[in-house]
């Protein structure tokens, strides 16, 4: 081992010496902090590792370790590191806070040996494409689709690495009528925006009513097996109980704020033929449920009804004196100068009568630098392909 020409055995061991650096860092000074990272710090790191890499590329001669970092050997262990602990991340449940376990297994997004292995891929990475570029420049010959992958690689990994320190994930809570242009991160943490969102009004669409039979002891479902066959014949989206005795309850239609849904329901045993019939109610913030009971085990009832589609209607004013009027749906955000506005939640206290919507509001100025990255990935796979099927040198 260490014998010049070096293998693959050399590349491993690089990188279990990497991994092993990572926990001590872990272990010493804890997780990396990405904040200490952000804008200029992310853009001078940047400049440092280009550097580095031309350093690197210019001493390959002079310097065994810097050819080897350019052979397929060094990048086959590279990127079997990087690829174990990808799957590690992918297996293991991440933690949106700070990690469950010493070594960073739980947060690999700030573990130090995940951090390394990656840094070390991209560095292989960035000597090669500066290599194939060089040929290039020079009008030597080259893979133009290898070429392309490498650099679009590179700038991936990079961007995507250092630009996380830019990313802000923010959580904004605003109110019918009041516009709002604070948010919070996910420690509470109060930031100003440039931008202000009015709420103009909350809707939701919701699943059809259900009636389901429930064991009067546990509360639970009894299942499709049950006795008990149930016919709702009357329903109302928005209704208001009428008590009419102790045990007797209708509803009427009541079109205002807190108002249930209410379906009459009559019920038939398939043993015994035994009928009950009567409403039930899922409820709301300003009326109780209401079942129907059916026998000393059984009862019918309304489940809460689960939103099928929720949507905010919003103004948004920018700090540059523009005024946008929009929806924002689940799944379909705004992008306004920079920033993506997702619908994420309401008061569920309030259901369907929520006054509140909650918003989640992520910037990543880095993005775009990522996605040309990947740009560049597709486009060497697909002059690769044309490269094999119709034998040119692309």
């Known amino acids: 081992m260490w014998e010049k020409p070096w293998t693959i055995k050399e590349g491993m061991t690089i990188g279990a010496g990497l991994v092993a650096t990572g926990v ?5 000074i804890g997780p990396i902090d990405w904040t200490l990272f952000a804008f200029p710090v992310n853009i001078i790191i940047l400049v440092v590792l280009l550097l580095a890499v031309y350093v690197a590329y210019a001493l390959r001669k002079k310097a065994y370790v810097m050819a080897y970092m350019m052979t397929g050997k060094a990048a086959i262990a590279a990127l079997a590191y990087a690829s174990v602990l990808t799957v590690v991340m992918g297996l293991l449940p991440q933690s949106a806070g700070e990690a469950d376990d010493a070594i960073g297994l739980t947060h690999m997004l700030s573990s130090w040996s995940f951090v390394l292995v990656y840094l070390w891929t991209a560095f292989i990475v960035g000597m090669v494409g500066l290599h194939q570029t060089l040929l290039l420049a020079r009008g030597k010959k080259t893979s133009l689709s290898a070429l392309l992958s490498h650099l679009g690689l590179f700038i991936a990994l990079v961007c995507s690495t250092l630009g996380s320190s830019d990313m802000q994930r923010l959580k904004m809570t605003v109110k019918t009528g009041k516009p709002e242009w604070r948010a919070q991160d996910d420690k509470g943490r109060i930031t100003e925006l440039p931008l202000a969102i009015e709420l103009h009004d909350f809707a939701i669409e919701e699943y059809p009513m259900k009636a389901v039979v ?38 009427v239609e009541w079109p205002s704020v807190g108002a249930a849904s209410a379906a009459y329901v009559k019920a038939i045993n398939r043993r015994s033929n035994e009928r009950r019939e009567g409403w039930i109610s899922c409820g709301s913030f300003a009326f109780a ?28 004013y920018t700090k540059s004196g523009k005024k946008f009027n929009d929806t924002i749906l689940v799944n379909k955000p705004l992008d306004i100068e920079g920033w993506k506005i997702y619908q994420l939640s309401y008061d569920e206290t309030l259901g369907r009568w929520s006054d509140v919507s909650i918003l989640e509001l992520v910037s990543d100025p880095w993005l775009p630098a990522v996605y040309s990255g990947i740009g560049l990935m597709l486009a060497g796979a697909v002059l690769m392909f044309m490269k094999k099927k119709k034998g040119n040198i692309l």
């Open 24 to 28: 001590l860092l872990q272990l010493s």
């Open 214 to 251: 429930i064991d009067n002891t546990t509360g639970k479902p009894v299942g499709d097996d049950n006795e008990w066959q149930l016919t709702m014949t009357r329903q109302m989206d928005h209704a208001a109980p009428n008590i009419i005795d102790s045990v007797t309850v209708d509803y």
């Open 289 to 316: 449920y209401h079942g129907l009971k059916l026998d000393s085990l059984h009862s019918a009832v309304m489940p809460e009804r689960e939103p099928k589609r929720f949507s905010s209607a919003v103004s948004i």
